[in-house]
T-cell receptor, first 114, second 111 residues
Framework: DGGITQSPKYLFRKEGQNVTLSCEQN?????MYWYRQDPGQGLRLIYY???????QKGDIAEGYSVSREKKESFPLTVTSAQKNPTAFYLC?????????????FGPGTRLTVL | QKEVEQDPGPLSVPEGAIVSLNCTYS??????FMWYRQYSRKGPELLMY????GNKEDGRFTAQVDKSSKYISLFIRDSQPSDSATYLC???????????FGPGTSLSVIP
């Protein structure tokens, strides 16, 4: 089955801790994205990557970091510098940016800071 | 002002009703318009996609774009309980640009 997987589904973090959210895809897509979803707000772009070993900041990158060492994987680290990290995090992928109109989303990770 | 706006609802309709979901956008450069459906605790999935103004129909779903008024609509005919979800409209300027999502409208179809 082709698709995007995210783990864990639920994650609890104490204040001051860094946590890493996993995102893996086997769709052979070049582009990958991380979004944050909060109640009453649209999906907000955190980081995106169009190709391996390259990524760009989105609209709300502060307090987050990413890596793109493999085409299939785009992990997101939520650092202690992120002041309000409790949210639903969605990873997505799409074919090369120049021709893509559809983004394929994973099932999401719900992060709660205790 | 947010670039893409939607009434968050919730919207509740009886089974079989015609549903109208609406968005407005502020950037006249937007050319691509999408509707995503998101079930509770799941990731969004693309439902409809249109380019520029006009209508597009797919089964019980019709997407409509009016660029002169910057208005995007999604119509659902013969609504079913399985249509209960949050519907996100989204836009982008070109296929190279990032997608801008609206906040979503929550829809419940009551049997």
């Amino acid at each position: 089955d082709g698709g995007i997987t995210q783990s864990p589904k639920y994650l609890f973090r104490k204040e001051g801790q860094n946590v890493t959210l996993s995102c893996e895809q086997n769709l052979n897509h070049d582009a990958m994205y991380w979004y944050r979803q909060d109640p009453g707000q649209g999906l907000r772009l955190i980081y995106y990557s169009q190709i391996v070993n390259d990524f760009q900041k989105g609209d709300i990158a502060e307090g987050y970091s990413v890596s793109r060492e493999k085409k299939e994987s785009f992990p997101l680290t939520v650092t202690s510098a992120q002041k309000n990290p409790t949210a639903f995090y969605l990873c997505a992928s799409s074919p090369p940016l120049s021709i893509a109109n559809e983004q394929f989303f994973g099932p999401g990770t719900r992060l709660t800071v205790l | 002002q947010k670039e893409v706006e939607q009434d968050p609802g919730p919207l509740s309709v009886p089974e079989g009703a015609i549903v109208s979901l609406n968005c407005t956008y502020s950037n006249s450069a937007f050319q691509y318009f999408m509707w995503y459906r998101q079930y509770s605790r799941k990731g969004p999935e693309l439902l409809m996609y249109t380019y520029s103004s006009g209508n597009k129909e797919d089964g019980r779903f019709t997407a409509q774009v009016d660029k002169s008024s910057k208005y995007i609509s999604l119509f659902i005919r013969d609504s079913q309980p399985s249509d209960s979800a949050t519907y996100l409209c989204a836009s982008r300027k070109t296929s190279y640009d990032k997608v801008i999502f609206g906040p979503g409208t929550s829809l419940s179809v009551i049997p």
